[in-house]
C-alpha cells in the first residue's frame, strides 16, 4: 500500500507564507510527477503546482511568482512553499503523485487533504 500524508496547513493572515509537505510511503519502488492541487468551497479541483521527476515545476498562473514547489527524492517528499498569501488562496490542498508500487504497477495516489485559511 502507498499513502500520501499531508502536513503544514493553518490559519494565516494575507500577506504570509505557509509551507506544506508531503510525504509518500508504502511499497514504492519509484516516484514520477509529484503535485498539489486546491479546491476552494463550490468550486472545482485545479492545479496549483506540479513537479516532474527531474525537478522541472509547472505553476498555475495565479500562483506564479508567490508560491514555489519542491521535493526531495530521498524523502519521496514534496513542498509548496506559499509565500504573499491571498484570501482567494484559501482552499483544501491535496498532494497527488504518480507512483509505480514495488510490484512495477503505476498508480495515481491523493492525499487527504490539508486546510490553508487566508484572513485577517
Known amino acids: 500500500q502507498v499513502q500520501l500524508v499531508e502536513s503544514g496547513g493553518g490559519l494565516v493572515q494575507p500577506g504570509g507564507s505557509l509551507r506544506l509537505s508531503c510525504a509518500a510511503s508504502?511499497?514504492?519502488?519509484?516516484?514520477?510527477?509529484m503535485g498539489w492541487f486546491r479546491q476552494a468551497p463550490g468550486k472545482h479541483r485545479e492545479l496549483v503546482a506540479h513537479?516532474?521527476?527531474?525537478?522541472?515545476?509547472n505553476y498555475a498562473d495565479s500562483v506564479k511568482g508567490r508560491f514555489t514547489i519542491s521535493r526531495d527524492n530521498a524523502k519521496n517528499t514534496v513542498y509548496l512553499q506559499m509565500n504573499s498569501l491571498k484570501p482567494e488562496d484559501t482552499a483544501v490542498y491535496y498532494c497527488?503523485?504518480?507512483?509505480?508500487?514495488?510490484?512495477?504497477?503505476?498508480?495515481?495516489?491523493w492525499g487527504q487533504g490539508t486546510q490553508v485559511t487566508v484572513s485577517s
Open positions: 497527488n503523485a504518480d507512483i509505480r508500487t514495488a510490484l512495477l504497477i503505476n498508480n495515481n495516489y
Open positions: 508504502g511499497n514504492i519502488f519509484a516516484i514520477n510527477a
Open positions: 513537479i516532474a521527476s527531474s525537478g522541472t515545476p
